[in-house]
């Protein structure tokens, strides 16, 4: 069983298009997390939802809008895709008050050309 | 703001021999948790191992193992017996024990491990 899945794992798409990368836990955590990796492999927050609600929303462009829809769930969607999105994007959830340990999705690696 | 840094961007090994991976960081909190992460060539991030700051004692999985050193915040990471699969991009990460906006993980820029035999 994986524990928490990102659909689709690879998307390639043009510039100008709007395009959603979906994300579903199956750990029960109530916190879930959007996390953007450059070409460097820098990692760093994007977003994060506790129980549906937004409690993190660093400085994003505001073509970048998370939805959760229930605490299972949190979903990305990038209006209007720049070059300077590609990277990849990961998800990832946690159980606060708890182990305080963040588990993965395994990335979707977005390419814009 | 709480800083994490590695200072190796890459480290080589032979097969069976030891390594240690490097991490500093910056906080002005006293309690919080540090981990490592694996990034193999697959990417997944793979949770490695972890540390409270309030434990004295390093932690320990298996052929990992900290060295963590609150008074001059470093957090090494050592692999012993080095195997071919530990050949990843490491991660080291801060993490503060506050929820809501506090609850993000801060990742280092990561240590390239090449593993050779």
């Known amino acids: 069983d994986t524990a928490v899945s990102q659909t689709p794992k690879y998307l390639v798409t043009q510039m100008g298009n709007d395009k959603s990368i979906k994300c579903e836990q199956n750990l029960g955590h109530d916190t879930m997390y959007w996390y953007k990796q450059d070409s460097k492999k820098f990692l760093k927050i994007m977003f994060s939802?506790?129980?549906?609600?937004?409690?993190i929303n660093e400085t994003v462009p505001n073509r970048f809008s998370p939805k959760s829809p229930d605490k299972a769930h949190l979903n990305l969607h990038i209006n209007s895709l720049e070059l300077g999105d590609s990277a990849v994007y990961f998800c990832a959830s946690s159980q606060e008050g708890h182990s305080y340990e963040q588990y993965f999705g395994p990335g979707t690696r977005l390419t814009v050309t | 703001a709480q800083t994490v840094t590695q200072s190796q961007p890459e480290m080589s090994v032979q097969e069976a021999e030891t390594v240690t991976l490097s991490c500093t960081y910056d906080?002005?909190?006293?309690?919080?948790?540090l981990f490592w992460y694996k990034q193999p060539p697959s990417r997944q991030m793979i949770l490695v191992i972890r540390q409270e700051a309030y434990k004295q004692q390093n932690a320990t999985e298996n052929r990992f193992s900290v060295n963590f050193q609150k008074a001059a915040k470093s957090f090494s990471l050592k692999i012993s017996d080095s195997q071919l699969g530990d050949a990843a991009m490491y991660f080291c990460a801060y993490r503060s024990p506050l929820t809501g906006t506090a609850s993000k993980l801060t990742f280092g820029t990561g240590t390239r491990l090449q593993v050779t035999l």
């Open positions: 906080t002005s909190e006293s309690d919080y948790y």
């Open positions: 939802y506790n129980n549906k609600e937004l409690i």
